[in-house]
């Protein structure tokens, strides 16, 4: 691309053959055009939701435009509820009567649900068609659009029906960021917060000291990225598939999955990040309780994430939640789970987090029970 500065990082997915890069920076998406054309493409196929659209479309096709690129766009309505099967079948209905081709790019241009969406899409069209995430969200920049997970939920609990389906490339555009509502950054930052937690103290150190810094434009945002960007192609690089320890870069996912299906992914209540915080903050309380973890190592990421705006507390969500049992039987939905047990992230410590198969039913039964009691 022409517009290589000193603020674009570049993060390499090492993956042989299927290695891609991703590019962090303010204004990638003025460059998209020229972006897929380098990959080869003849026609590109636009996912978006309809929120993105009225921000972002406009620069993007007047990239594709330049570009000499033919282009059709599907949109889907803004929010969770989009990552079903029937949003699915528009977005792939919309790209088979675009002529989307296998030498073509599917370009997902949105958060973490359309990411999520037009991957799968993507992945399952013609057996397969190349995708070039363009993440519009903090969330999707440092997670959901790097790894090359994609599906869509169930009532029976989230992103049970997907595909491994990696990227062409990922353009993560800093500058949309300035466009998200306070309450979407806050929930990105989770993911980000999250990767000092798993195994890096030192990145978690720093957030705790600069506290706004990835909320604010700048450098400092732009290194936030890419550590987490790095830290997650790290982990993909040596597993995958989540066969191995991938399966750390789900730490607060399995409460936070939980809490997101007994609210039926209705976003007024709870997205993603919130319950991924949410979530953080119980694998470190149940982390104490078990005796494996400081309890002043959970106390310190409860105030590093209330800092930030984040909710700690299933008492933080609007609205009726399901008993200890409801919330158990999702987690026994969870995609972790092996011959019917559950595998949970737990932590030692801040940046000493593992994945631990051999938790008693009956304690996280019970540790359940003491979070949804009523405060004495």
Partial sequence: MTRMVEDIERVSVGLGERAYDILIGPGLLAGVGEAAAKLGARAVGVVTDETVAGLHLPTVERSL???????????????????????????????LAARIERGDLVLALGGGVVGDLAGFAAAILRRGVRVLQAPTSLLAQVDSSVGGKTGINSPRGKNLIGAFHQPSLVLADTATLDTLPERELRAGYAEVAKYGLIDDPDFFAWLEANPRAVF??????????????????????????????????????????????????????????????????????????????????????????????????VSAIPGPIGGAEALFAHMQQDKKVSRGRLTFILARGVGKSFVARDVDPARALDFLRRELAPAA
């Avoid at 969770?80 to 528009?90: G, N, P, V």
């Fill in 216 to 313: 604010c434009a700048g450098p400092d945002r732009i290194r936030g990225i890419a550590t987490s960007c790095r830290a997650k192609a790290a982990v993909v690089a040596r597993d995958e598939r989540e066969t191995g320890d991938r399966a750390l870069l789900n730490l607060g996912h399995t409460f936070g999955h939980a809490l997101e299906a007994d609210v039926a992914y209705d976003s007024a209540r709870l997205v993603h990040g919130e319950g991924v915080a949410i979530g953080m903050a119980m694998a470190f309380r149940f982390s104490a309780a078990l005796g494996l973890c400081p309890e002043e190592d959970a106390a310190r990421v409860e105030r590093h994430l209330s800092a930030v705006g984040l909710p700690i507390r």
């Fill in 65 to 95: 435009a330049g570009a000499g690129l033919a282009f059709d766009t599907v949109r889907v309505p803004a929010g969770e509820a989009s990552k079903s099967f029937d949003m699915l079948a528009r977005v792939v209905d919309g790209l």
